[in-house]
């Protein structure tokens, strides 16, 4: 059996795909929290901070021709946080330094803009900075009073570490749902695959019915096409077993009936020389039957190998059958057949066949046998089903016992006999169909001994 030419795994690469869409959608997801938790937290921060500046800037005055700013206690306490984080402040009237952190420059010095919020680093700490101000108008002019706030971010940082692991998490879970569901959508597309290789698997040999059962839509053109294949196999299957036995048919009549005619010149002819040609002519007759014959028999072998027909067979009955039907010919030869072994030899296997093989077996040991000998033919089930013939001939040329199961292959202790080379290749072949051996040897006292298993 040819194995089909690999090419990766549809499954693997399926269930790759939907693996690979899903880690990329939870990593998508995990960047899409994370990025709108610091848009909201920093967006917390930034309100508590506008409101803390507001609180501030509306407590500034002009008393007695300067401005005071008085911070409320309220104004600092709402920035508050878990982490202590630490806050920063400076004033300034006009763009000129009142109170607080010199370290804190405004932006852009003179102007008076409205809330701004940047980013920046005081005493080498991340900050989050709001530029406020407020314009107030008294007795001696008007002045711009700018407020700078400025807050740490650790309690941002450890709210976004705690969002980042949640987000992290649950991108985590994401993925492994999708991931199951990504392994049984595969199953599920997967299916109707497999239940067609099944089907095809169970079939027997004989079984090239088309296949009626639904299947997907993408799947119909593979159906379709492979009901198609059966149908042609089907009937070039016909069509071989039809010309086989037909060929047989043709070709073993003819030669029958001149052989017929050449045996009955012979009787007439009177010239030794005339009658030696004759005899000469029925002797190639005879091969050219036998070769033909056995040609056709391996030609079906061949074929019903491939298509085994497996029943349930008793051996040992069909052994006995088959010497019953050869007892004459060995009568004519001076031999006799003894069948001994186990009365009943169970096995599963394809009748023709079997007959085919131990016909060919039998009539090799009848061919080489000397006459008033006996064929012995030994029928056992343990320990497994086997059939031994043995004849008391001259033996197989040890040194050509491994190479005369070869086709038209004869050792050269056969020059003389009529023969083709097939027939201990057609046994081969049936032991193999049916996942057997043949093994020859010479026994011990004399002879050939061949052994077929199942």
């Known amino acids: 059996m040819n194995n089909a030419r690999v090419s990766g795994s549809l499954r693997n690469r399926l269930v790759l795909t939907l693996l690979g869409g899903a880690a990329l959608l939870a990593l998508l997801l995990v960047l899409a929290v994370r990025s709108h938790a610091i848009q909201v937290a920093q967006e917390g921060q930034d309100n508590i901070l506008l409101a803390s500046a507001t609180s501030i800037l509306d407590s500034a005055a002009i008393r007695d021709g300067?401005?005071?700013?008085?911070?409320?206690?309220?104004?600092?306490?709402?920035?508050?946080?878990?982490?202590?984080d630490r806050l920063f402040y400076a004033v300034f009237q006009d763009g000129q330094f009142l109170s607080g952190y010199a370290e804190l420059k405004l932006a852009?010095?003179?102007?008076?803009?409205?809330?701004?919020?940047?980013?920046?680093?005081?005493?080498?700490?991340?900050?989050?900075?709001?530029?406020?101000?407020?314009?107030?108008?008294?007795?001696?002019?008007?002045?711009?009073?700018?407020?700078?706030?400025?807050?740490?971010?650790?309690?941002?940082?450890?709210?976004?570490?705690?969002?980042?692991?949640?987000?992290?998490?649950?991108?985590?879970?994401?993925?492994?749902?999708?991931?199951?569901?990504?392994?049984?959508?595969?199953?599920?597309?997967?299916?109707?695959?497999?239940?067609?290789?099944?089907?095809?698997?169970?079939?027997?040999?004989?079984?090239?019915?088309?296949?009626?059962?639904?299947?997907?839509?993408?799947?119909?053109?593979?159906?379709?096409?492979?009901?198609?294949?059966?149908?042609?196999?089907?009937?070039?299957?016909?069509?071989?077993?039809?010309?086989?036995?037909?060929?047989?048919h043709r070709v073993r009549t003819p030669l029958a009936t001149v052989r017929s005619h050449a045996e009955a010149t012979l009787q007439r002819v009177e010239k030794e020389e005339n009658r030696e040609a004759v005899r000469a002519m029925i002797k190639a007759i005879d091969e050219s039957s036998r070769a033909a014959g056995q040609l056709l028999d391996h030609a079906m072998i061949t074929f019903r190998a491939d298509h085994l027909e497996r029943n349930e067979i008793d051996l040992a009955v069909l052994v006995r059958e088959l010497t019953e039907r050869l007892a004459p010919i060995a009568d004519m030869r001076d031999l006799s057949l003894h069948v001994k072994g186990d009365p009943r030899v169970q096995m599963t296997g394809d009748q023709i066949l079997l007959q085919n093989a131990l016909r060919n077996l039998i009539d090799n040991a009848m061919k080489y046998g000397p006459a008033e000998s006996v064929i012995e033919i030994a029928v056992t089930a343990a320990p497994r089903p086997q059939v031994t013939i043995r004849d008391h001939g001259p033996g197989f040329p040890a040194d050509e016992i491994a190479t005369l199961t070869s086709r038209f292959k004869r050792g050269r202790n056969a020059a003389q006999t009529i023969g083709s080379g097939l027939g201990l290749t057609i046994a081969l072949d049936v032991a193999t169909a049916h996942g057997g051996t043949i093994a020859l040897h010479n026994h011990p006292e004399g002879g050939a001994c061949v052994t077929l298993s199942f």
Do not use: C
């Open 66 to 84: 300067s401005v005071q700013v008085d911070i409320p206690y309220a104004a600092f306490s709402m920035l508050s946080t878990p982490a202590d």
């Open 108 to 248: 852009e010095a003179g102007e008076n803009l409205g809330p701004n919020f940047r980013a920046g680093h005081l005493q080498d700490t991340p900050v989050r900075i709001i530029e406020a101000s407020r314009t107030i108008i008294g007795t001696e002019g008007r002045r711009d009073i700018q407020l700078l706030l400025a807050q740490t971010q650790d309690a941002l940082s450890e709210t976004l570490d705690r969002i980042s692991r949640d987000a992290a998490l649950f991108g985590g879970g994401f993925f492994l749902l999708a991931a199951l569901l990504s392994l049984a959508a595969t199953k599920a597309t997967i299916g109707p695959l497999s239940r067609l290789t099944a089907s095809v698997t169970r079939r027997g040999p004989q079984d090239l019915r088309p296949f009626q059962s639904p299947v997907p839509r993408e799947m119909a053109p593979l159906v379709t096409s492979l009901n198609s294949l059966m149908g042609r196999l089907n009937q070039t299957l016909s069509q071989s077993e039809d010309f086989i036995a037909e060929a047989a």
